[in-house]
């Protein structure tokens, strides 16, 4: 892991993990790119509706206030898990629409 994001783990463990978790959610890094870090939404933030609030209000504040040279933005990966993509499929297989 380069050393930006270990600063920016580091910033994410200590300022914004422990709200996250306290709402049973947990953030990932996916990478960083030109100063736009992408993340990943885990745990019951996964997909929830104010997901994209809680990275606007929380994550992304943080980080650009800590290492603005590093992050200028981040943006929230949408991802379906392997397992709900299985269960889309035999409904789909199982049920005639």
Do not use: F
């Amino acid at each position: 892991m380069s050393e930006e994001l270990k600063q920016i783990e580091s910033i994410l463990e200590e300022k914004v993990r422990p709200t996250l978790r306290s709402h049973g959610g947990e953030i990932q890094i996916d990478h960083l790119e030109n100063g736009v870090l992408y993340v990943k939404m885990l745990g019951q933030c996964a997909g929830c509706p104010s997901a994209d609030l809680t990275n606007e209000s929380l994550v992304e504040a943080e980080l650009t206030a800590a290492v603005p040279e590093l992050v200028e933005k981040v943006v929230v990966v949408q991802n379906v898990s392997d397992e709900l993509w299985e269960q889309a499929k035999r409904l789909l297989r199982d049920h005639h629409l």
